[in-house]
């Protein structure tokens, strides 16, 4: 292992930092425990890398916590920023359609680019995609959602959104380019993987660097107010 491979570990320990100084467990806590769990992963994979049985039994154990911690995160995200609106029977479905179609598509690139892996471990990668596509999913449809609703982007959610929509993207199109060309992408994929996650990265610690009073949903939800409601139907006039 070089140096260089630090950087997003490093990174992290920096964004964890700066979560516990802006008490963001309390706004976004599924976030701030994948802060904390990828940190703790790092650690863990570092330790056992000397012994590759060990090692590989490490990193699979974290892919599968990050699968989970992944798609408890993007659903934390998008119950933020729609707020009130959960209330509502159709926004309920939102979640639960967008991962149905990240799974489907996962599966369905499993059976055209055939996995080496079995058994578990098949299905911990086929999740892995499934979650990338969720974000992709996701963090497209904020994009939509700011200039309609008159959102403001500098809020944590969106800062969330948007360093996993561009990790996931990326990873996407490398994890592609991999299965078209083989071993020959190797190298290229691993540097890919590190800028692309440095900069997520980079971009939740941006976003988290300003005091921010993040406002998280609870079962207490009030209605929306008539100026609310007002706002959401010229938004869908829009739309028409």
Not at 36 to 55: G, K, W
Not at 72 to 84: D, K, N, Q, T
Request: glycine fraction near 6%.
């Amino acid at each position: 292992m070089n140096l260089v491979e630090f950087i997003p570990s490093c990174l992290l320990v920096v964004l964890l930092g700066v979560l516990l100084r802006r008490r963001a467990y309390a706004a976004l806590p599924c976030f701030f425990s994948y802060a904390a769990f990828a940190v703790a992963a790092d650690i863990a994979r570092f330790a056992t890398h000397s012994h590759y049985p060990t090692y590989r039994l490490t990193y699979w154990i974290t892919e599968a916590g990050y699968d989970l911690l992944g798609i408890l995160v993007m659903y934390e995200v998008l119950r933020a920023v729609l707020g009130s609106l959960t209330r509502a029977w159709w926004a309920r479905l939102i979640f639960p359609a967008v991962l149905i179609a990240g799974i489907g598509m996962s599966i369905a690139r499993a059976n055209v680019v055939p996995s080496r892996l079995t058994g578990v471990l098949f299905y911990i990668a086929v999740g892995e995609i499934a979650v990338r596509f969720v974000q992709v999913f996701i963090f497209a449809g904020l994009v939509t959602l700011v200039p309609l609703l008159g959102l403001r982007w500098r809020q944590y959610p969106f800062g969330v959104a948007t360093g996993f929509g561009l990790y996931a993207t990326v990873m996407l199109l490398a994890t592609t380019k991999f299965s078209d060309f083989g071993t020959r992408f190797k190298l290229l994929w691993g540097w890919t993987s590190l800028v692309a996650y440095s900069l997520a990265v980079l971009i939740w610690i941006w976003f988290f660097s300003v005091p921010q009073k993040a406002q998280t949903p609870s079962s207490e939800l009030s209605a929306p107010s008539p100026g609310d409601l007002k706002h959401y139907k010229d938004a869908l006039r829009r739309m028409r």
